[in-house]
């Protein structure tokens, strides 16, 4: 069964689930444009529908553009009964020697420094090299995916529009529960749009 999150998200977008990519796009375009803050300006539902529009696509862009088959297209006058399972927590990191603690915590610093600088190549490289040196600490993932969401963002500002897509999905993909993450993703994602239809 699909997981409540794609069903919620296609059926915001007014889609069955199992809709296709190509069909996902031209009906989020549609809707966006209809509920897009500049063409409603002062209407908090539309502000709020075109959000809810946005989080439905970018979930459902990230899930169908992973190498997973699509779920099978239902019949939209079919209500679907989603069973909604409690989040678990995450287990904590698995513990580190006093000297993997040092190298995580001068790794941590000069990672901080790297994204203040907006340097941020550099940023992905040191995590990958503290990565392969603690493969099982899930804070890295997280960082990573923070590096990816500033350097995307970062990109909208420079016109890389395609580039910007690219690794906001990939901020994503590494750190796909974190929900603080989705928003500021979330975000970059209107302002790109909003960049896009200026042109």
Known sequence: MADSQLVHSYQCLGL???????????QYRRLARQYHP???PGNPT????FIALNQAYNYLLVQLTQSVPAAPVMNPNVQVKVNVQPSRAT?????????EQAFKHKFHLQW??????????RAVALLDTLAARLPQDRDIPTWQATTYQRWGTDLIDQGQWDKARSYLKKALRLDPHNRQ??????????RLDQQINKY
């Open 91 to 99: 287990p904590p990191n698995p513990p580190l020697t006093p000297e």
């Open 112 to 121: 901080r420094t790297l994204l203040e600088q907006r340097r941020f190549p």
């Open 16 to 26: 069955p689930v199992g809709a296709p990519l190509a069909q996902v796009k031209a």
């Open 38 to 40: 500049d063409l409603n």
């Open 181 to 190: 993450l989705w928003e500021e993703v979330n975000r970059a994602f209107i």
């Open 46 to 49: 539309s502000h709020a529908r």
